[in-house]
């Protein structure tokens, strides 16, 4: 016998399921949730059946699920329980999950399920069991791990049966529905009946969710060592003095660490925050323990760790290792201003303000930071001195460091200023399909591409801290969903100037727009004393024929009887410069701009210094390459190479250019546009053009780079050369933000704006039935949206709103706003594997049937491309059968010129599956030419970009080069600079040399023109001879040293005032109460540092650079 025989009669196939779930239970309870999940597909196309819910018949189990959530007739416990054995299934299917406690829950679930779907469509109750039997001994064969590739297959087995035996059911279900129906009241009190015997109750199935949640978590719910339900707690403010917690979570030694209260999925969690608050005073007063606090209505959960933060929405629960360690943590967590930044790892000024501002906002209660940093100024090494103070302090255990891409991630992980040279004690690890199951490292390393793919293995409180390398925009729409999933520290790091980061990003991180949580820009680095970044010196080389392009008329006659002689005649020979290595190719171009690297460039020992060519294309970087060699065959192909991604073995030849000699010219395809470190670089080499600011600054950056004894012992590097063969610096002085990339839209996305737009004319229109068609493809494509991304579950009260039939009944402008700007870009997160095709197709029709309703002369040109796409189709293939005489038709364009909506909806319908049977398009052919380019013209570029030259005051200069070449003023000077102050021999020294007349000038006269007390002498000297840099460095770098718990916004008016010495050649002590000072705060030095003592020791770190200025005025 079994639970589900009352379903023989009308669905054998069902029954049999249900019968092989049970068969399963004792010998393989992953085989029988298995079972299980294939009986809820089968009975949710029954459900979608009778309630004539229109979908397609291959949408997935999920979307089926959603669109019978928008009945407001069924019970919602009958959607929560179909839920309730996908989540489960998932498991089954996708692991060798086997919880015999689960799978009792999905067959019971499934019992419940069909039972009152059988009452619904019968009106018989009695056939139903009053109460599951469990099977006592072992019915089914348990299936080995050897077997379990075949057994999982069989999903793809049963596809096929509900196309023949399951579909015949749908069809016979479709047929009993046009007949004569039983007493619908008769029915409602039997349901009511067999409602009540199952317990078939939303707050049921809402608690059975909510014990998934905490067995995804790994807490064990039939364990009352770990988990407690309905937990009695005392006192309480109510008239008992007792109070029931839903859920209360244990660690080992019966302490309560956590507490989950649930309400209605109906309601707002945050209505049981209060509640709960008042359970975790109660157990605090029982155990003297403070739990972390959790509220639920099964789709969105809240924590709320009281004792440290603020409540915040989270996506999962602890698991027991993860809450545990926080409220280790509570005990042991130390203040971030105790950390001793390390300075071997991050020792300049601004690297250590970064962190602190960053410090500052995790204590002051924020969780994400941003740090805009220039390329080439040390993100990676502030970030890893950042996580050290972390560490150190225990505010973090684990964290993740994410980026776009290997060799950028590498960098981070192993090589040099690494993680793996800095923290060496810290276990690391990369993530990968093989390690997966590693959980014993501190540091670990993914690309935003691996980890979408596994974030969701671990748990949401795994992580403590992320860093996102590289955080534009690109990244936070494709991967958003990493950054949110995890209950994390979130540090985003870019280099793209602030200018450049879009809006959204800002807002990602907390952040106001176009403010970061820390700034340091390339103009700041290349200006500091001594410089941290390299100027660069630009010059354009260009060629006749990159400026121009090839065109037949232009030519020399010489050049036309040339190409005549290949062959080759007037009308192929057009091309504009963007043509250039797209379409055709010049030999001699080419020669010109390698030899002008070879020429021109930098040199490093006996040969050219490492460089990069930025090409357009492989196959232009395998012509230069070509034409390297024959030009240069005396290095044997060995100083010049290709780096592009799809070279077999790229890394090593990376790494080749990166650590040895040679080769030294790296002719670059993409791979060394962005992130690659290799300060040794002396020269760019742009041979294609570049129109996106952000990514032509990036490039740049790759020369940027301080490089000590490149030239040997003491010979530093100063500046790179930038050769620019395509005008950008040009492009760039005329647009300044170049071309500014437009907002993507994915394909679902736009298709789902067409049909609104759509829906949106017809309710104009009145037309009923149009827009009854339209709304049924709009809640398809809601339907089809993935419940367990975050974005789409942060929108879930949206969603549930658009369930009911009756939200759809007014088409008014709040429904189509709500389609718009909530709905519409959650599309981006629909998986269109092999949809894209069809996609396409669909939004091209959708086009022309609004360019065709509305009278849009666009119509014509779209015609015209639809021809050109269907004149691809193989219409030989066994697919076309049937259609290929329409399609044919079709590239008639007289067809369309009379063509409906009607006409083009059905060339939607009939199409847009076979659109993927298309054949590659016949492109322009590609042309190598051999002709002499002339007009080669190189000019330096005054650019925007370099760094402005001191204009020092010529009479400074003439003092200063009179005070340097007397002899006895060599060591006044030298303590001048240094900060030391002059003895009363010095003075002597000093007045005695003046009074002599060996000067031109007297002291009176420089301290008149500068602005200065004469009695000052020291002051009045170094406004001449200024202040020796290095050492001015060294004490102020020292001070913060041994100034730990110094604020950021400390450390930063600390930078101004040295560069203020540095400018001025000393400082007027009145000046800090001025001006720039004020704008940080109202009452100057004194606000910045209002700790007395601090403020005495910041006025003796400036004392020796102090000047007394003569005050002026009436």
């Known amino acids: 016998m079994s639970n589900f025989d009352f379903l023989k009669s009308k669905w054998p196939d069902l029954a049999a399921t249900g019968r092989q779930a049970e068969g399963y239970l004792n010998t393989d309870p992953n085989a029988a949730t298995f079972k299980t999940r294939l009986f809820a597909e089968k009975l949710i196309d029954l459900f979608l059946v009778y309630f004539k819910i229109d979908i397609d018949f291959d949408a997935n189990f999920y979307e089926k699920v959603s669109c019978l959530g928008r009945i407001k007739s069924i019970n919602p416990a009958v959607v929560d329980l179909f839920t309730l054995v996908r989540r489960i299934g998932n498991k089954a299917v996708h692991t060798d999950y086997g919880d015999i406690k689960d799978a009792k829950e999905c067959i019971k679930s499934i019992f419940k399920l069909s039972a009152w779907f059988y009452v619904k469509t019968t009106g018989f109750r009695a056939d139903i069991p009053k109460q599951i039997v469990w099977p006592e001994k072992k019915v089914e064969k348990a299936i080995t791990k050897d077997s379990r590739k075949e057994y999982l297959q069989e999903i793809e087995k049963v596809k096929a049966e509900l196309n023949k035996a399951h579909q015949k059911e749908l069809e016979v279900l479709k047929k009993q529905l046009e007949l004569a129906q039983p007493d619908a009241e008769q029915i409602e009190k039997d349901l009511a009946i067999i409602t009540n015997d199952l317990g078939l109750t939303e707050a049921e199935t809402r608690v059975k969710l909510v014990d998934v949640m905490l067995k995804e978590a790994g807490w064990d719910v039939a364990n009352p060592d770990q988990v407690k339900t309905e937990f009695p707690v005392s006192p309480f403010p109510n008239p008992s003095g007792k109070g029931y917690v839903d859920y209360v979570l244990f660690d080992n030694v019966g302490k309560p660490i956590a507490l989950v209260e649930t309400k209605k999925t109906s309601e707002s969690p945050a209505t049981g925050q209060h509640q709960a608050k008042l359970y975790a005073d109660a157990l605090e007063q029982m155990y003297q323990v403070r739990p972390v606090i959790y509220y639920t209505n099964g789709h969105e959960t809240w924590m709320w760790d009281d004792a440290s933060s603020e409540p915040r929405q989270v996506w999962g629960i602890y698991s027991f290792d993860n809450l545990e360690y926080l409220m280790q943590q509570h005990k042991t967590k130390k203040s971030l201003k105790t950390v001793q930044i390390d300075p071997n790892i991050a020792g300049r000024a601004y690297q250590i303000e970064g962190i602190k501002r960053v410090y500052e906002d995790y204590e002051a209660g924020k969780r994400r930071a941003l740090m805009v940093m220039a390329t080439g100024s040390g993100k990676t090494r502030t970030a890893i001195a950042l996580v050290k103070g972390l560490l150190q302090t225990n505010w973090v255990k684990r964290v993740l460091f994410l980026a776009d891409r290997d060799e950028l991630l590498k960098q981070a992980m192993d090589r040099k200023n690494s993680f793996k040279v800095f923290l060496p004690d810290s276990p690391r690890v990369r993530i990968t399909p093989e390690t997966i199951d590693n959980r014993e490292a501190s540091i670990y390393f993914a690309t935003y591409q691996t980890m979408i793919n596994y974030y969701d293995q671990y748990n949401v409180g795994f992580f403590d801290l992320i860093i996102a390398d590289e955080s534009h925009r690109s990244i936070y729409k494709s991967y958003k969903d990493i950054l949110d999933y995890f209950d994390a520290f979130l540090l985003g790091l870019t280099a793209t100037p602030v200018d450049f980061i879009n809006r959204n990003t800002f807002n990602f991180f907390g952040c106001p727009n176009g403010d970061p949580t820390f700034h340091y820009s390339y103009e700041e680095a290349y200006s500091h004393v001594p410089p941290y970044l390299l100027r660069y010196q630009p010059w354009e080389a260009t060629t006749n024929f990159l400026r121009k392009g090839i065109h037949w008329d232009e030519l020399t006659e010489e050049q036309k009887r040339q190409l005549e002689e ?284 609004l360019a065709q309703l509305t009278g849009d002369h666009q119509y014509g040109r779209q015609v015209e491309k639809i021809i050109l796409e269907l004149q691809r189709l193989k219409l030989n293939l066994n697919q076309f059968q049937g259609v290929r005489d329409y399609v044919l038709q079709l590239m008639n364009r007289e067809v369309w010129t009379g063509m409906d909506y009607d006409g083009l909806e059905h060339c939607r319908k009939t199409l847009r599956d076979l659109m993927k049977f298309r054949g590659n398009l016949i492109g322009r052919p590609y042309l190598t030419l051999n002709l002499t380019d002339s007009g080669q013209r190189i000019e330096r570029i005054a650019d925007g970009f370099s760094a402005p030259t001191l204009n020092m005051d010529e009479y400074i200069k003439r003092v200063e080069t009179a005070l340097q070449n007397e002899m006895q003023m060599q060591l006044v000077i030298y303590k001048i600079r240094k900060g030391e102050k002059l003895t009363e021999l010095d003075s002597h020294t000093v007045y005695q040399l003046f009074d002599s007349g060996k000067f031109e000038f007297t002291l009176d006269e420089l301290a008149e023109n500068a602005h200065i007390n004469k009695d000052d002498l020291d002051g009045l000297l170094r406004r001449f001879v200024g202040v020796d840099e290095a050492e001015l460095n060294k004490r102020f770098e020292f001070f913060i040293y041994a100034h730990p718990a110094i604020a950021a916004t400390q450390m930063k008016v600390l930078d101004m005032i040295k560069n203020d010495i540095i400018k001025n050649r000393g400082i007027s002590f009145a000046s800090l109460y001025q001006d720039q000072y004020l704008a940080v705060n109202g009452q100057g030095i004194d606000g910045v540092f209002p700790d007395k003592r601090l403020n005495d020791e910041v006025i003796s770190l400036i004392e020796p650079y102090r000047v007394k200025e003569v005050e002026y005025g009436g």
């Open 566 to 849: 290949d062959g080759l005649s007037e009308e192929l020979i057009d091309f504009d410069r963007e043509a250039l290595e797209e379409f055709v190719t010049n030999h001699d171009t080419n020669a010109i701009i390698l030899q002008t690297l070879m020429n021109r460039g930098i040199k490093v020992g006996d040969a050219i210094g490492k460089s990069i060519i930025f090409a357009r294309n492989i196959r232009h970087a395998e012509y230069m390459l070509k034409i390297f060699n024959e030009l240069y065959p005396q290095y044997k192909g060995k100083l010049a190479a290709i780096i592009h991604s799809r070279i077999k073995n790229h890394e090593d030849l990376l790494n080749d250019f990166k650590e040895k000699d040679r080769p030294r010219i790296a002719i670059s395809v993409d791979m060394l546009d962005t992130g690659i470190d290799v300060p040794e670089v002396v020269n760019l080499s742009f041979a294609k053009p570049v129109y996106s600011k952000v990514k032509f600054l990036q490039m740049i950056g790759r020369g940027t780079r301080l490089c000590e004894n490149l030239f040997g012992p003491g010979k530093h590097k100063e500046i790179f050369i930038i050769f620019d063969h395509w005008g950008n610096f040009r492009f760039f002085d005329i647009r300044p933000e170049g071309e500014l990339p437009s907002e993507s839209k994915s394909a679902l996305q736009v298709r789902f704006e067409l049909r609104i737009r759509l829906l949106e004319f017809f309710n104009r229109q009145g037309n009923i039935t149009r827009r009854a068609e339209i709304i049924a493809l709009l809640r398809n494509d809601i339907a089809a949206l993935p419940e367990r991304t975050i974005e789409v579950k942060k929108k879930w009260k949206v969603l549930e709103s658009l369930k009911p039939d009756q939200t759809w009944l007014a088409v008014n402008d709040n429904l189509l706003n709500i389609l718009r700007m909530e709905i519409a870009p959650l599309m981006q997160w629909v998986d269109v594997q092999g949809q894209l095709d069809a996609i396409w197709f669909d939004n091209e029709l959708h086009r022309m049937e």
